[in-house]
């Protein structure tokens, strides 16, 4: 079951903060978090393990709640360079750890 | 820094060829990733590997199998293309299966 992310796109000024939520109706292992510019490959932000940890650097940082099933990445003053598109995935327990599923991923666009 | 390398960046095929997408990293991880890319579905797992000879069905191998006879050299083929595998197909490996996923640039798949 593909994890439903929100919102499906978000516009930004600089210096604005953003959240994007992903959702899975199955009890999460881990949650991956990427974001992909366009044209370019997509990169690789952060793992969140089950614990209820919050991760982050920077201004970029993210939680899991294990108990609702979501994960949540919190982008602080927003700068240009965070445009791109955020996909979480998804490892769910009984399943396979390389078995990510990936949302259909968070369009966030930021201007000056 | 880990690179994964897939031969071909844009590609055009006729109905019904074979077709192969080769995939090469440099960092010795275990495990690499077939997904295919496409608008409002975000990246969908086709096949993974997690040794050389080992391959397991993602969530779409419909159409597609794979080969894996080195370490680092993962390839996908599709043995008889049609026009709804036109696509963008990434490439991924990682060290072990909880760890990030390093991807490639991507291969633009056009089946005519």
């Known amino acids: 079951q593909q994890p439903v992310q929100s919102p499906q796109a978000v516009i930004l000024r600089e210096g604005e903060d953003a959240v994007i939520n992903c959702s899975s109706s199955?009890?999460?292992?881990?949650v991956h978090w990427y974001r992909q510019k366009h044209g370019e490959a997509p990169v690789f932000l952060m793992i969140?393990?089950?614990?209820?940890e919050q991760k982050g650097h920077e201004k970029i940082s993210a939680s899991f709640n294990e108990k609702k099933q979501q994960s949540s990445l919190y982008l602080t003053a927003s700068q240009l360079s965070y445009s791109g598109t955020y996909f979480c995935?998804?490892?769910?327990?009984?399943?396979?750890?390389?078995?990510?599923?990936f949302g259909t991923g968070t369009l966030l666009a930021v201007q000056p | 820094d880990v690179k994964v390398t897939q031969s071909s960046r844009y590609l055009v095929k006729r109905t019904g060829e074979k077709v192969f997408l080769e995939c090469v990293q440099d960092m010795d991880h275990e495990n690499m990733f077939w997904y295919r890319q496409d608008p409002g579905l975000g990246l969908r797992l086709i096949y993974f590997?997690?040794?050389?000879?080992?391959?397991e069905k993602g969530d779409i191998p419909e159409g597609y199998s794979v080969s894996r006879e080195k370490k680092e050299r993962f390839s996908l083929i599709l043995e008889s293309a049609s026009t709804n595998q036109t696509s963008m197909y990434l490439c991924a490996s990682s060290p072990t299966d909880r760890e990030n996923k390093f991807f490639g640039s991507g291969t633009q798949l056009s089946v005519l």
């Open positions: 995935g998804t490892a769910t327990y009984g399943g396979a750890t390389n078995k990510l599923i």
């Open positions: 199955k009890a999460l292992y881990s």
């Open positions: 590997s997690y040794d050389v000879k080992m391959k």
């Open positions: 969140l393990l089950k614990g209820g």
